[in-house]
């Protein structure tokens, strides 16, 4: 399965669900599984196992400027932080980045602020962003990142973005992962949901 939603509809349909109490094992931010209790054996079964099927982006590596741009656009929601730096990211140009140097914080860049006008422009960073990275039905986790860019003599502008928050977001999203399911299962017997 690929959603949490197609989990609960398999649940609730009762066509194989066993009678005796299961588990609801959220194994991370990306995969949950529906276990058995211990049979005689000592043994559990895996009834099912949902992957969330989420777009690839490359933290911690530089990539182009324009497929940057893309995939802020296409693999993050929507918030102020994103658009100020589709913004700013879209309009530097080229040979300046270097130019202005890097104090470990922030760096600086001409951007394009009209036809033919230019102005120095501070890269931020940190930046407040909540890529695609958890199930879709749940509320992707909001973090920190640090943007960086450099320019290459062959490939031009480079942006990249850094993780901040120490794979806290991976907890948050299991957290929201098992309040959905405890909610959508209300009134659903023999379960339990563990992370």
Not at 25 to 43: F, Q
Request: charged fraction near 30%; hydrophobic fraction near 40%; proline fraction near 4%.
């Amino acid at each position: 399965l690929s959603t949490l939603d197609s989990l609960i509809k398999y649940i609730k349909s009762d066509l194989e669900v066993p009678v005796t109490p299961f588990f609801l094992h959220i194994v991370s931010e990306k995969s949950v599984k529906m276990l058995s209790t211990l049979d005689s054996d000592k043994h559990r079964e895996c009834l099912a196992v949902v992957d969330a099927e989420v777009p690839r982006f490359e933290f911690g590596a530089y990539i182009p400027q324009e497929n940057f741009c893309i995939n802020l656009k296409t693999k993050f929601i929507q918030n102020e932080d994103r658009e100020l730096l589709v913004s700013f990211a879209g309009n530097v140009e080229d040979k300046t980045v270097a130019e202005y140097g890097d104090d470990g914080i922030s760096q600086k860049a001409t951007v394009k602020t009209g036809v033919a006008s230019k102005a120095d422009a501070v890269i931020p960073s940190p930046v407040r962003l909540k890529p695609y990275r958890t199930f879709t039905e749940v509320d992707q986790p909001e973090s920190d990142f640090v943007f960086r860019m450099k320019e290459d003599k062959y490939d031009g502008v480079q942006c990249a973005l850094f993780e901040a928050d120490g794979g806290a977001w991976k907890l948050h999203a299991m957290e929201s992962i098992q309040e959905y399911l405890e909610e959508q299962l209300k009134g659903v017997d023999g379960f339990t949901i563990i992370s």
